[in-house]
């Protein structure tokens, strides 16, 4: 049984479909691109994906993964460009990988976000980011399945800071980005709990609903202060291990008899 990894996006309108729905999306890009999946066993076997992390609805993100599991070896490349042309456009398969290692929902440990804030100057950012980074903590409430919940924002956010606005705004438009790099811990601290934390230490309360980009996501260097790639270690491990023996139907054919 080969596994495969791969990074896919929401981007544009699909930021709002909900992590069941990009279920049933790749579920039937699969049968679509005739990907030979290996099944679970049991009354009502179902293909083996496993997904790491899915970001929140609403969020785009460049960088979410999963994990699936075939019953015949299939080169990564060519297996992505298959996956990618029958997911819908926003959708994007842009990496694929043979796993190599194990554990790569351990190797997701914090996220790099990008926060659009229309109508916030630039300057009332920096003043909400420096009153958030100067406090010991910052207590947010968020409804969950079991009520409300109280917990601490600060101590996941390993970095935070104010940019210009990008250039595609409109010029008579205020805008600032938030950069913000975030520890995946229990209970999970999210962009939107960030916000709820600026607004609570520093009254920032952007006039409409900010746009929330996933850019990265990955174990934390402590040294370097930079999130890195999780498939690095499989591409590393592949560069190393001999190719996998099993290829594509085709290719596996016997020849007929020289004329």
Known sequence: ?????LRYTKRGR???TSHRDFQRAFERALRRAEVPMAYSAGFTPHPRVSYANAAPT????????LEIALAESRDPEKLRELLDESMPTGLDII?????????????LTASVWELRLDGVELAEAERAVTAFLAAENV???RRTKNGMRTFDTRGAVVSLEALPAPADR???????????????????????????GLRAVADLAPPVPSAVTRLAQGLFDEESGTV?????????????????AA?????KAPEGPAA
């Open 14 to 16: 699909l930021r709002f």
């Open 139 to 141: 207590e947010v409430q």
């Open 58 to 65: 609403g969020t785009g993100s460049e960088a979410e993964y």
């Open 228 to 244: 890195t790639d999780p498939l690095a270690p499989d591409r590393e491990a592949d560069t190393a291990a001999p190719p996998t």
């Open 247 to 251: 290829v594509s139907a085709d290719a």
């Open 95 to 107: 990496d694929a990988v043979e796993a190599r290692t194990s554990g790569l929902a351990d190797r």
């Open 1 to 5: 049984m080969q596994r495969i990894r």
């Open 170 to 196: 409109p010029l008579d438009s205020a805008c600032a980005i938030l950069r913000l790099v975030v520890r995946h811990l229990t209970p999970a601290v999210r962009p939107d709990d960030v916000l709820s």
